[in-house]
Nanobody, 117 residues
């Protein structure tokens, strides 16, 4: 089992920045691919960014490329999502999740991000 706890969400004006954190406990954090996903009201959940177990490879949704950065600190069992130049359409509940063998098996409770125009 892996327990994930997100923090760092909140209300920010368009153009502003937020940094989300996800602290993991349980099984070896460094074994897992980590992802940040989001779900806006009335929309399907989408993968925003992911990072491989060593942190050397990242991938982003087209909608956030150049604005968001995912990173991880395996010594601290934490994954981060730095979000810059936020837009109202970034408003969503953001979840971190841990994947093994290509499937996200473990999820945090989510943190709300609201971007005002």
């Amino acid at each position: 089992q892996v327990q994930l706890v997100e923090s760092g969400g909140g209300l920010v004006q368009a153009g502003g920045s937020l940094r989300l954190s996800c602290a993991a406990s349980g099984r070896t954090f460094s074994n897992y691919v980590m992802g940040w996903l989001r779900q806006a009201p009335g929309k399907e959940r989408e993968l925003v960014a992911d990072i491989n177990s060593s942190g050397g490879n990242t991938d982003y949704a087209d909608s956030v490329k150049g604005r968001f950065t995912i990173s991880r600190d395996n010594a601290k069992n934490t994954v981060y999502l730095q979000m810059n130049s936020l837009k109202p359409e970034d408003t969503a509940v953001y979840y971190c999740a841990a994947a093994h063998m290509g499937k996200y098996d473990y999820w945090g409770q989510g943190t709300q991000v609201t971007v005002s125009s």
